[in-house]
């Protein structure tokens, strides 16, 4: 087998990169973790190339194991990066070396992939008026009867049935008539299982080196067992950041009486007991409109009551819906299975009253009232289902906080009594930022308020766009704000730029679109802060609407929050601006992405100079240079359009799957596009709190300096602070004492505030 250095230098000639000294560390820190048996944190800022650096010792464990490593992305983006352009050419570089060409597949969501059965007739429509019933409408009738039209003549064609592919894409709507749940899928009792998608994908990843998925898929064959998944020992995490919103996402389940009546509407005449789960849904309706939207902190009666009807009757139904003796279910009953089981389930769970789980609330402007819940916390889910038998190597640009990992670590149940063992490792960034990037916060302006975004913060973005001549990414905290300015820009540019949002099309084809034209914008929500990779002249200015904190109303972060307050820790610091700094430090990430790369983040909210924990914001970001000089940076902006370059070239992508895998082992074939995402986004969640320490033994004071008496409450403020990389200051302004008490007592506890500067700003 050839030395790690040898391929990784040949992997990194064939992307056409430069090697970099985090780079090679990294890849010799997940060879080691690999050998050791032990779990590996990597911190890794943008250009390190930590792709090649875990992708390189996952082919070489691959190859001495014989069996596949995993890799794990949040983003779809990401994942397309991945397949379509980093393993083709390592593959290709690597083969001399290693005497045969590494193979890697993707792997989705059954969702993900056309259901050959239901193509075929063998389920009933998703709604009545649905696509396919209306297939036969001329195409010019309706968008409906042009996107049935497209998708039949697309499952002609199609080898890998993969959604993706599709571009540009279809509706959600639309999409679901040709695709299958879990839940719904007959599986091995479907009669078309020799020709279904989604098992060609899963056969060929068995055999292949290197197998591609996201973190909700893992986590659900992970948590369910289910074994979607290839046997595999070795699991790279990338995105690791949004490791624990996407596990809780995922197990995230919701309840609404419209998902009990489409229920019984399914099992229909198949059960008798189908119009007595439609009388639940009437009184669940009834009870769930009487509540007032957020958190429940207990059941109301006459919820339980609502609840206990739907989880009784859908047991009764589900009863019922089991085939008879010797049968296999047909598509029908397997559908109508599904819903009454997900009923039942999530009305079960709710009555349950889990320790950890958090229940609330929710008005759906289309389907009103929705009861939700949610784990708390997944540390100990994490780790003994995610860190139990293989070796899990965990990377980021965004892992450390206040200068130790041991805040994201314990939300990942890598913390505490019998955890298991992990090494936490920077690599740094090769990237000159202060000379790169400009840092601009727009002090001018008023903070933000609650009536969305301002006219003065429009008037800004149009300033900035114009002296940037385009090439802006706008990255907004909530999707009206970003189609409000996406609307305001193309009314006040009236056809000199274009302006994509969120949400027109799939994202990678939004993303495509925004790489290939300089006169291009893109607005967006979540999903663009993280994830899309636009180098070069196409992306010089990426702006920031305001700090991403979660909703003050979020359930969970309320819940988390207050579950550290009442143990003495601040819950605003460890879950609030934790949350914002990770967004924040990922959001202005996307502007350097190569060594020659130059732009201006700019902040539309005057808090990241002006309010109390200001300094924890700015020390998350990279070290931009920064200024609040408003003419200053509209000239750098123009000088940047000026002066910019042609963009780099973009290509579509290629086909994935099974067919990936099989042009590898065939041509080497390289796509080199930037990937996709789903047109459906996860619901912001707060970044999950470190667990909290023991309430500490009652004390009347712990010490008294300058004549001030400390509390033990008092104390673990102080240690908080410090862990989150406060520096005096600050620390000062948050207890509202002076600094020299502050001192004092950081010297009586041998703590020391942090002395990293905050970002000057002007």
């Given at each position: 087998m050839p030395s790690l250095d040898d391929?990784?230098?040949?992997?990194?000639?064939?992307?056409?990169?430069?090697?970099?000294?985090?780079?090679?560390?990294m890849a010799h820190a997940v060879q080691e973790a690999i050998a050791a048996d032990e779990h590996l944190l990597v911190q890794a800022g943008t250009g390190t190339g930590k792709s090649l650096a875990y992708l390189v010792p996952a082919v070489v464990h691959a190859f001495d194991a014989g069996k596949p490593a995993v890799v794990a992305t949040a983003t779809l983006a990401l994942q397309g990066q991945v397949v379509d352009r980093d393993m083709p050419r390592l593959a290709e570089a690597v083969a001399p070396?290693?005497?045969?060409?590494?193979?890697?597949?993707?792997?989705?969501?059954?969702?993900?992939?056309?259901?050959?059965?239901?193509?075929?007739?063998?389920?009933?429509?998703?709604?009545?008026?649905?696509?396919?019933?209306?297939?036969?409408?001329?195409?010019?009738?309706?968008?409906?009867?042009?996107?049935?039209?497209?998708?039949?003549?697309?499952?002609?064609?199609?080898?890998?049935?993969?959604?993706?592919?599709?571009?540009?894409g279809v509706s959600e709507r639309a999409w679901r008539q040709v695709s299958v749940s879990a839940h719904e899928c007959l599986g091995s009792k479907c009669p078309m299982l020799s020709e279904c998608f989604v098992e060609r994908a899963r056969e060929s990843a068995r055999?292949?080196?290197?197998?591609?998925?996201?973190?909700?898929?893992?986590?659900?064959?992970?948590?369910?067992?289910?074994?979607?998944?290839?046997?595999?020992?070795?699991?790279?995490?990338d995105e690791a950041h949004e490791l624990v919103d996407r596990v809780t996402s995922t197990i995230t389940d919701e309840l609404s009486s419209a998902m009990v009546a489409a229920a019984a509407k399914r099992a229909g005449r198949l059960a008798d007991g189908s119009e007595a789960l439609e009388d639940a849904s009437a009184l669940l309706q009834e009870v769930l409109a009487g509540l007032q939207e957020g958190r429940l902190t207990g059941l109301p009666d006459a919820l339980?009551?609502?609840?206990?009807?739907?989880?009784?009757?859908?047991?009764?139904?589900?009863?019922?819906?089991?085939?008879?003796?010797?049968?296999?279910?047909?598509?029908?009953?397997?559908?109508?299975?599904?819903?009454?089981?997900?009923?039942?389930?999530?009305?079960?769970?709710?009555?349950?009253?889990?320790?950890?789980?958090?229940?609330?609330?929710?008005?759906?402007?289309?389907?009103?009232?929705?009861?939700?819940?949610?784990?708390?916390?997944?540390?100990?889910?994490?780790?003994?289902?995610?860190?139990?038998?293989?070796t899990v190597v965990l990377t980021s640009a965004t892992l450390e906080l206040g200068?130790?990992?041991?805040?994201?670590?314990?939300?990942?149940?890598l913390r505490g009594e019998g955890a298991p063992a992990w090494r936490g490792l920077d690599v740094g960034s090769p990237f000159d930022y202060p000379r790169q990037a400009i840092a601009y916060v727009a002090q001018h302006l008023p903070p933000p308020g609650r009536d969305g975004i301002s006219d003065q913060a429009l008037d800004e973005i149009e300033a900035l766009v114009r002296a940037a001549g385009g090439r802006a990414l706008g990255l907004f905290s909530s999707m009206r704000a970003a189609r409000t300015a996406t609307d305001a820009m193309r009314e006040r540019f009236d056809g000199d730029l274009a302006f994509l949002c969120q949400g027109e099309d799939q994202i990678g084809t939004l993303v495509r679109q925004f790489a290939r034209d300089p006169k291009t914008c893109l607005f967006g929500t979540l999903t663009l802060w993280q994830g899309v990779d636009v180098p070069g002249s196409a992306c010089q200015l990426v702006v920031i609407d305001r700090i991403p904190f979660p909703r003050p109303d979020d359930p969970l972060a309320s819940a988390?929050?207050?579950?550290?307050?009442?143990?003495?820790?601040?819950?605003?610091?460890?879950?609030?601006?934790?949350?914002?700094?990770?967004?924040?430090?990922?959001?202005?990430?996307?502007?350097?992405?190569?060594?020659?790369?130059?732009?201006?983040?700019?902040?539309?909210?005057?808090?990241?100079?002006?309010?109390?924990?200001?300094?924890?914001?700015?020390?998350?970001?990279?070290?931009?240079?920064?200024?609040?000089?408003?003419?200053?940076?509209?000239?750098?902006?123009?000088?940047?359009?000026?002066?910019?370059?042609?963009?780099?070239?973009?290509?579509?992508?290629?086909?994935?799957?099974?067919?990936?895998?099989?042009?590898?082992?065939?041509?080497?074939?390289?796509?080199?596009?930037?990937?996709?995402?789903?047109?459906?986004?996860?619901?912001?969640?707060?970044?999950?709190?470190?667990?909290?320490?023991?309430?500490?033994?009652?004390?009347?004071?712990?010490?008294?300096?300058?004549?001030?008496?400390?509390?033990?409450?008092?104390?673990?403020?102080?240690?908080?602070?410090?862990?989150?990389?406060?520096?005096?200051?600050?620390?000062?302004?948050?207890?509202?004492?002076?600094?020299?008490?502050?001192?004092?007592?950081?010297?009586?506890?041998?703590?020391?505030?942090?002395?990293?500067?905050?970002?000057?700003?002007?």
């Open positions: 391929l990784l230098h040949a992997a990194v000639e064939g992307v056409g990169g430069v090697e970099r000294p985090g780079q090679i560390e070396l290693l005497g045969r060409r590494p193979t890697y597949a993707l792997v989705k969501g059954r969702r993900n992939y056309l259901c050959a059965h239901k193509l075929e007739g063998g389920f009933p429509d998703d709604d009545e008026g649905s696509l396919l019933s209306v297939g036969q409408v001329d195409q010019q009738a309706s968008r409906l009867g042009a996107e049935v039209v497209r998708l039949r003549e697309w499952a002609d064609e199609t080898a890998t049935g993969d959604r993706d592919e599709l571009v540009p055999d292949v080196d290197v197998v591609v998925t996201n973190h909700s898929f893992m986590a659900i064959d992970s948590f369910e067992g289910r074994q979607m998944l290839p046997e595999h020992d070795l699991l790279v995490v339980e009551l609502a609840l206990s009807r739907v989880r009784d009757t859908a047991r009764q139904v589900q009863t019922e819906l089991k085939p008879p003796p010797g049968q296999d279910a047909d598509g029908g009953r397997q559908v109508a299975r599904a819903a009454v089981d997900e009923v039942f389930d999530v009305s079960a769970r709710v009555l349950e009253a889990r320790d950890l789980d958090v229940v609330w609330v929710s008005q759906d402007p289309r389907r009103g009232p929705v009861l939700r819940v949610a784990p708390m916390s997944v540390a100990g889910l994490l780790r003994d289902k995610i860190f139990g038998d293989r200068g130790t990992f041991d805040a994201v670590a314990g939300t990942m149940g988390r929050s207050q579950a550290i307050a009442r143990m003495g820790g601040n819950g605003f610091m460890a879950v609030s601006a934790t949350h914002a700094a990770l967004r924040l430090a990922q959001g202005a990430g996307r502007l350097i992405r190569r060594g020659d790369d130059r732009g201006v983040v700019a902040f539309l909210d005057s808090r990241m100079m002006t309010a109390r924990y200001a300094g924890f914001l700015q020390r998350s970001l990279p070290p931009f240079w920064p200024t609040s000089d408003r003419d200053r940076v509209l000239a750098a902006l123009a000088r940047l359009d000026d002066t910019a370059p042609a963009v780099l070239p973009v290509a579509d992508p290629g086909s994935r799957a099974v067919a990936a895998a099989q042009a590898v082992r065939a041509d080497g074939g390289v796509g080199a596009a930037t990937g996709t995402d789903g047109s459906e986004h996860p619901r912001p969640a707060a970044v999950e709190p470190p667990p909290p320490a023991p309430p500490p033994a009652p004390s009347s004071r712990t010490a008294v300096t300058q004549g001030h008496a400390w509390t033990t409450d008092a104390d673990e403020e102080l240690r908080d602070g410090v862990d989150l990389g406060l520096n005096l200051a600050e620390l000062a302004e948050s207890l509202e004492l002076p600094p020299d008490v502050v001192a004092a007592r950081l010297r009586g506890l041998g703590l020391e505030a942090a002395g990293r500067p905050t970002l000057a700003f002007e």
